[in-house]
């Protein structure tokens, strides 16, 4: 993959992909929606937060991606990477199969492709306000964009904290978790996402339309 940054174009061949889940800053949201989910059926957490380990071909920079079924959604969330002996931070989706989230969480992150935004920053440079930098992300439902998710990193566990719980090496990729689903979490064709730092008024944009193939019995 090709990243753009400050200081001009890096390729990014990833290592090791890990995908930080349950990263919720409040712990008592993080229970709720742990009970939210073991009443339809999903198992709860071993830990939290959790690190699932993940294909590093799922990570995409393609605009159009091909899911099996009508029961994935995506969601924005932050993402570190390791590279040149620095920490970068940039913007991807967990795309994931809701359907087969109700029988392994792992199993549900690992056969969906995950969306990467084409644009880095180094973390150094935005550490100092990482808590005022904004997540959101909208859908495109009923013929017209409606916003998915809104919020800031401060609703997440610190990233710096993710960063030494997941000990991401060099070449390693993590996405760090996300917001809440505005009207609760459904499928969409078409997901775009934003990373907006107030600071600097720089924003990282990503958009993609999922394909959805048909389940063949």
């Known amino acids: 993959m090709i990243f753009k940054t400050s200081t001009g174009d890096i390729e990014f061949v990833a290592q090791q992909l890990t995908v930080a889940g349950w990263t919720g800053r409040s712990r008592e949201a993080v229970d709720h929606h742990i009970q939210e989910l073991a009443d339809i059926g999903i198992a709860p957490p071993t830990s939290v937060p959790l690190?699932?380990?993940?294909?590093?071909?799922?990570?995409?920079?393609?605009?159009?991606?091909?899911?099996l079924g009508s029961d994935t959604s995506g969601e924005a969330e932050p993402l570190l990477i390791r590279l040149n002996g620095k920490t970068w931070l940039g913007l991807a989706s967990d795309q994931t199969d809701r359907a087969l989230e109700t029988h392994s969480v792992a199993h549900s992150k690992q056969v969906?492709?995950?969306?990467?935004a084409d644009t880095l920053w180094?973390?150094?440079?935005?550490?100092?306000?990482l808590d005022q930098i904004e997540l959101a992300s909208w859908i495109f439902e009923d013929d017209e964009w409606k916003q998915y998710q809104k919020g800031t990193l401060a609703m997440i566990l610190p990233l710096t904290e993710l960063l030494s719980g997941s000990g991401l090496a060099e070449g390693g990729a993590m996405l760090c978790g996300t917001l809440p689903a505005i009207d609760g979490v459904r499928p969409a064709a078409q997901f775009k996402m934003a990373l907006h730092d107030p600071i600097t008024d720089k924003t990282i944009t990503a958009e993609y339309t999922t394909t959805t193939l048909p389940v063949v019995a």
Do not use: W
């Open 122 to 129: 180094e973390f150094d440079a935005v550490s100092d306000h």
């Open 51 to 67: 690190y699932y380990r993940c294909s590093t071909q799922l990570l995409t920079q393609d605009a159009e991606i091909d899911m």
């Open 112 to 116: 969906c492709p995950k969306p990467v």
